[in-house]
């Protein structure tokens, strides 16, 4: 009975609802849906990345695969589907850090690459910092994530939070609705 009702009310509501479709509608349809953009993509296989500031070397990355992608209209990009390798170099030129991940995308026009997918960030300290996204900003020279990020201390130390934000040597950081575990070593008062 139930099949049945529904079945009419179908029948019958259908016309309706076709009827409420004017010409216009399907006009700016079409026009809308025939717009089309184009992408060029250009690879690039094994890929050697280095950033410098001020002639001297902070970043050295490898990629196994990146696309330099570029719209017909917009604004184009730099995608490495296949993840990063980076290494951070302190004023030594000695490896100060480093991070990994599946995938990473680097936005030119506003000076920021997003690295997503098993993030993983080693500093000089040996402290690790763990994320599904890290972003960072070229301009502000600084990592940042609404993502949870998980943090372990050489010491044993464990926590998470969100909203992390940290310089990029990732000395010190800074998050938000935080937990975790501290161990506290013992010291004679002076």
């Keep these: 009975m139930k099949l049945q009702t529904f079945l009419y009310g179908l029948i019958l509501g259908l016309p309706l609802f076709l009827v409420a479709c004017g010409e216009d509608d399907l006009k700016n349809a079409n026009a809308v849906s025939s717009k089309k953009v184009t992408f060029t993509r250009d690879r690039t296989l094994g890929v050697e990345i280095i950033y410098s500031d001020s002639a001297r070397v902070k970043a ?21 589907i296949k993840g990063v390798n980076i290494d951070f170099f302190n004023p030594n030129g000695t490896i100060s850090g480093n991070l990994v991940c599946d995938y990473a995308i680097r936005k030119e026009e506003i000076k920021q ?64 609705t935080g937990s975790g575990q501290v161990n506290m070593q013992e010291g004679i008062a002076p």
């Design 60 to 80: 050295k990355g490898k990629a196994p695969i990146m696309d330099k992608v570029i719209p017909s209209s917009g604004t184009g990009y730099e995608e490495m």
């Design 113 to 176: 690459t997003i690295f997503r997918k098993n993030v993983v960030v080693k500093n000089d300290k040996g402290d690790t910092f763990s994320s599904e996204e890290l972003i960072w900003d070229e301009a502000k020279k600084i990592f940042y994530s609404t993502q949870r990020v998980f943090v372990k201390g050489v010491d044993g130390s464990i926590g998470d939070g969100i909203n992390f934000k940290a310089p990029q040597d990732f000395s010190t950081y800074e998050m938000e």
